[in-house]
């Protein structure tokens, strides 16, 4: 279960205090959760809620009067979902832990501990997931099923399963093969009795293997023999399957007509990629369903690492479209050279590549990835007459029981392969679920140290996108995006490194240069004949001292900038939480004529309550009422209502993450005044968006 922005939690609360429940979801936002809450005020909204919503944890206060805990828990078991109910409670006792218990309460949550909010709020939203990931997969299993069993009944290749040596089901096409009309008169019958006599005991030899869970080869040639005693040279091809829940083998027999060496010649073939000789993906990935699967059963471990050259694009660039095949030929290879013979090698993607090593642990993975980023690093790759410096960006996974998953080992070596290139590349990052701290550790320094030197060194870049006016305001308001520059030039989105930069109390150094940065473009723009507002994020680090407003206020005098061309921008939930801070920033800001915006509008239980004690100048939208806002009325009607009261208060609202013309429509019929996102226009390194 990943918890963060990519998932949001949809939370009802019962709760007769707003403040009390904002506060719980201000916690669980802290935590990096996010949150979509509701609170209802009476039976009839807690009934809509749970009825016609789709609510995955119900937080209830014991002492709800509202809404009693009676009818929460009645309303709950009524509507036959599948939906968790925590009791927020002041202190545990075991009385009330058998009393939540007993009413059908998952669990007690202590109100006062935000740590044990957040741990019980994750793991039963977890386990719900879980769940619902569970039936899901059930129903696919058993379509998947029915499907595969329509498929092979329909194939022309024969094929059956096998359970001990016994048939347990044969297709059509195997039956007829061997000249049986129907399943009946082989269901049960030993595979040795379609074997040629003077086979059968090689045959029996093998069957005793796999009985033991040795791993069945992948091509067996045998004679075999029919109802009425003919022979035929066939090949059996096994592979590990499930029958009606029981493990087995699926058989896929196939008469060979061709010369037995011309056979394995065509296998081979069909087996390799032509470009580079090693093996083609899907062979490459039926090797790494072994490895996992074995892993899994066995607790056995398996080295795996995914490959690919940095800068390809401009390696290519180099040498000419043309000589794109003798490129990644070349680095193939390379790769080859550098490995020993028993490391299985494939082209995993147009220029990637994979190797798996059976059987070895951390150290030797390692050891392997360095290896393999030394032939690179240091050796010279011949590109027919050309020689090329070529690195690599290596991300490593070792396979065990903690990540027996093919896609969970896919999607971490291809996560180690985008950090090492984020990382300026020459680089291997190995995962080790065994090893997990200590590998974190290592990758949480480096990046530290690279967040520090693009603070000395001046690394850091903006990039921009416009948000246009839905009703012919003029002006241009640009909003300003944090990039970090890469070794070669690249650009790094802030989500690889704001949260570790957050853990390690670097991000008040990036706010200064955020809105250092941003003045300077204001006072360059002013002196252009431009009047250009940047908006800017900024974070409750900010808020704890005085030392940013310091800063703003000398790069304004030092810039010729002019302050109220400068939005910045804080979380509506961070200002919940830090009130006193962000009002007394709020008022020196606004010595200088800064504004202060509240991003993720309208998120938190009651936005406009907040409102009462905070003055923003503008409001952006939390992005999720933008998700499906041209069919959802539900969306529709919540954003004419914040439309309306940020009208009436003299508030700007703004919409982001715009995606369609629909969208468009509904945002202008209620009345929203500024809009921005890829529909309109993109973020760019450049400000020359025609606002005409």
């Known amino acids: 279960m990943q918890f963060g922005k990519d998932a949001a939690l949809r939370l009802v609360i019962v709760d007769d205090s707003v403040e009390a429940a904002e506060a719980v979801v201000s916690t669980l936002r802290n935590a990096g959760i996010a949150v979509r809450p509701t609170r209802p005020e009476n039976a009839d909204e807690l009934a809509h809620q749970v009825g016609q919503q789709s609510p995955d944890i119900v937080l209830l206060d014991r002492k709800a009067t509202l809404v009693p805990a009676a009818n929460v828990l009645q309303q709950v078991a009524t509507s036959g979902k599948d939906l968790p109910v925590l009791l927020l409670v002041d202190e545990i006792d075991e009385a009330g832990v058998l009393e939540a218990m007993t009413v059908g309460a998952r669990g007690v949550v202590l109100r006062r501990r935000n740590d044990h909010i957040v741990s019980v709020v994750q793991a039963e939203w977890s386990d719900l997931e879980a769940r619902r990931a569970l039936r899901k997969l059930e129903f696919q299993v058993r379509e998947t099923e029915r499907r595969c069993d329509a498929l092979i009944e329909s194939s022309r290749d024969p094929i059956a399963y096998i359970h001990e040596g016994m048939h347990i089901r044969a297709n059509s096409a195997y039956l007829e093969m061997f000249g049986y009309e129907s399943f009946d008169e082989v269901e049960g019958m030993s595979l040795l009795d379609m074997i040629a006599p003077s086979h059968v005991e090689a045959f029996k030899a093998l069957l005793k293997k796999l009985s033991k869970g040795e791993q069945p080869p992948p091509r067996v040639e045998v004679e075999a023999r029919t109802l009425d005693g003919n022979q035929f040279p066939a090949v059996m091809e096994f592979t590990p399957a499930m029958y009606e829940g029981e493990h087995c083998l699926q058989l896929v027999l196939r008469r060979q007509e061709l010369d ?106 390692q050891m392997l990835a360095e290896q393999v980023r030394n032939a690179f690093a240091e050796h010279v790759v011949e590109v027919g007459n050309r020689s090329l410096n070529a690195t690599l960006s290596i991300g490593g996974v070792q396979i065990g029981e903690k990540i027996a998953s093919v896609t969970a080992v896919l999607a971490r070596a291809t996560q180690g392969v985008q950090s090492c290139s984020g990382m300026g590349g020459n680089r291997a990052e190995i995962f080790d679920p065994g090893a997990a701290d200590r590998a974190e550790e290592e990758r949480v320094q480096a990046w530290v140290d690279r967040i520090r030197d693009a603070l000395d060194s001046d690394r850091f870049t903006m990039a921009y996108q416009p948000l246009v006016s839905l009703h012919g305001e003029p002006g241009e308001i640009y909003e300003a995006y944090l990039r970090m520059k890469g070794d070669q030039g690249e650009l790094v989105a802030p989500l690889a490194f704001l949260q570790i930069a957050e853990e390690n109390g670097l991000l008040w150094e990036i706010d200064r240069w955020v809105v250092g940065r941003a003045l300077e473009v204001i006072g360059e723009r002013l002196r252009a004949g431009k009047r250009t507002t940047l908006l800017v994020k900024i974070t409750e680090n900010s808020l ?11 790069q304004i005098t030092r810039h010729g900038a002019d302050g109220s061309l400068l939005v910045v921008q804080l979380p509506e939930s ?70 309306d009261k940020a009208r009436a208060l003299g508030k700007h609202t703004i919409a982001e993450h715009v995606r369609d013309a629909q969208s468009m429509t509904v945002l202008f019929g209620a009345g929203v005044d500024y809009a921005q996102g890829f529909f309109l226009a993109g973020v760019s390194t450049t400000m020359d968006y025609d606002f005409g």
């Open 544 to 554: 704890q001292d005085d030392s940013l407003l310091k800063h703003i206020e000398e």
């Open 260 to 365: 037995p060496d011309l056979a394995r010649e065509v296998e081979e073939l069909r087996q390799r990629d032509q470009v580079t000789g090693l093996l083609n993906r899907p062979t490459f990935l039926r090797a790494l369903e072994d490895a996992v699967a074995d892993a899994a059963q066995n607790s056995t471990h398996h080295g795996f690492l995914l490959i690919e050259p940095d800068y390809y694009a401009k390696l290519l660039q180099d040498i000419g479209l043309d000589a794109a095949d003798d490129l990644v030929a070349a680095c193939a290879r390379r790769l080859r050279d550098s490995v020993s013979e028993d490391v299985i090698l494939a082209r995993f993607g147009e220029h990637q590549f994979a190797a798996l090593k059976r059987g070895a642990n951390h150290e030797v993975t």
């Open 574 to 643: 961070k200002v919940f939480t830090n009130l006193r801070a962000a009002q007394e920033f709020q008022a020196r800001a606004a010595r200088s004529g800064v504004r202060v915006g509240l991003e993720h509008f309208g998120a938190g239980l009651n936005s406009f309550q907040l409102l009462a004690h905070f003055d923003a100048d503008f409001l952006k939208i939390d992005r999720t009422f933008m998700e499906n806002l041209g069919s959802s009325a539900e969306y529709q009607q919540r954003l004419r209502e914040i439309t």
